[in-house]
């Protein structure tokens, strides 16, 4: 049982949008920032937000982030196929002294 | 190009013990704390140890806590993770990662990861 909890899987059309939801409490997300990881199949994790809401070089702006209260989203605009992948929030905890991670997303582009 | 490329994984015993490495180039190495971080098959990411970049402060999950040392050798740019005692629940895919702090904790670089597999 993971800290921070997403949703199992996702789908989506290509072309489409779509919002993977973390959802936390006050000792993670709620007083921390939020990072967001892409994991594609068969490869190593890759950052893809960062401080919420920020992109780290290379990735598009069809990514997207943000945070509320102690809840973030990860938004995907213009699905592609090569978006399918694993994604994970992860922040810090202050209780746990520890990073935390949600238990991943599976993204389905149908 | 930041490289990290982990090794040493493979098959141990339980009870038994493993040292992993990862070395690391493309970056001032002693600048950056540095962190392991583990994938169990086909479950998620689960942070295992950290080091900052002298390695005078290290930082462990209560999962590996008296069982587990994490170590680095800035002369040679290697991060290692030292398992002692180990158990079928630390078969994972272990991945060395830059640890960065901008507002918060995060991993801005992974490695390949290498498998470590407990089993008799």
């Known amino acids: 049982q993971s800290v921070l909890t997403q949703p199992p899987s996702v789908s989506a059309a290509p072309g489409q949008k779509v919002t993977i939801s973390c959802s936390g409490s006050?000792?993670?997300?709620?007083?921390?920032?939020v990072y967001w990881y892409q994991q594609l199949p068969g490869t190593a994790p890759k950052l893809l937000i960062y401080?919420?809401?920020k992109r780290p070089s290379g990735i598009p702006d069809r990514f997207s982030g943000s945070r509320s209260g102690t809840s973030a989203t990860l938004g995907i605009t213009g699905l592609q196929t090569g978006d399918e992948a694993d994604y994970y929030c992860?922040?810090?905890?202050?209780?746990?002294?520890?990073?935390?991670f949600g238990g991943g997303t599976k993204l389905t582009v149908l | 190009e930041v490289q990290l490329l982990e090794s040493g994984g493979g098959l141990v015993q339980p009870g038994g013990s493993l040292r992993l490495s990862c070395a690391a180039s493309?970056?001032?190495?002693?600048?950056?704390?540095m962190s392991w971080v583990r994938q169990a098959p086909g479950k998620g990411l689960e942070w295992v140890s950290g080091i900052s970049g002298s390695g005078g402060g290290t930082y462990y999950a209560d999962s590996v806590k008296g069982r587990f040392t994490i170590s680095r050798d800035n002369s040679k740019n290697t991060l290692y993770l030292q398992m002692n005692s180990l158990r079928a629940e630390d078969t994972a895919v272990y991945y060395c990662?830059?640890?960065?702090?901008?507002?918060?904790?995060?991993?801005?670089?992974w490695g390949q990861g290498t498998l470590v597999t407990v089993s008799s």
């Open positions: 493309g970056f001032i190495f002693s600048s950056y704390a």
């Open positions: 990662a830059t640890w960065e702090y901008s507002s918060s904790w995060y991993f801005g670089y």
């Open positions: 401080d919420n809401n």
């Open positions: 992860g922040t810090w905890d202050s209780s746990l002294s520890a990073v935390v």
């Open positions: 006050s000792s993670n997300i709620g007083n921390n920032y």
